[in-house]
């Protein structure tokens, strides 16, 4: 996957390859933090419906932030993505007005619709990095969310690799 989104200076980036059970955190061009992560309860491969257990792979970008979580802080990940949203309708899993919103959704920055077949409420928050358990969401311990928390912005780059 090539990193196309465009970040100014103030911005950081966020990496997470699954394999690795890895976040990175990017700042000013270098790796400035980096976190054991726990993934979906089925951690294999790229998410595709809503309660499969995996964790999506692609370009996403931090589209909600959610301090009143049961999960310690939430943030929201813009999954579905266009590229998401374009196998979703090819495969019959969401509509063309469903497509047509989370188009509209990723092209404004905003967050797309969280309640269709693709899935949703996806996002990197706390609770526990030791195993793979969220519904496709990525885990940190709680000390280390909150360090990421006072770090990334809305609309921060998440690249998330296999």
Known sequence: MEETM???????????????????????????????????????????????????????????????????LFL???YPNLKDAERGLKDGLINEDEYDKIKKAIEDKKRPDWSTQL???????????????????I?????DIKDLWDRVELGTPVFIYE
């Open 6 to 72: 465009e970040t100014n200076n103030s911005q950081g980036i966020i990496k997470i390859y699954k394999s690795d059970r890895k976040l990175e955190l990017w700042e000013k061009g270098g790796c400035t933090r980096h976190f054991q992560i726990g993934l979906g309860f089925s951690p294999n491969g790229n998410k595709i419906r809503e309660g499969d257990g995996r964790t999506p792979e692609g370009e996403y970008y931090i589209c909600t932030k959610n301090q009143m979580s049961r999960f310690t």
């Open 139 to 143: 885990s940190l311990d709680d000390e």
């Open 119 to 137: 899935g949703g409420k996806l996002g990197i928050h706390g609770k526990s990095s030791v195993f793979d358990w969220t519904a496709g969401c």
């Open 76 to 78: 929201g990940l813009s």
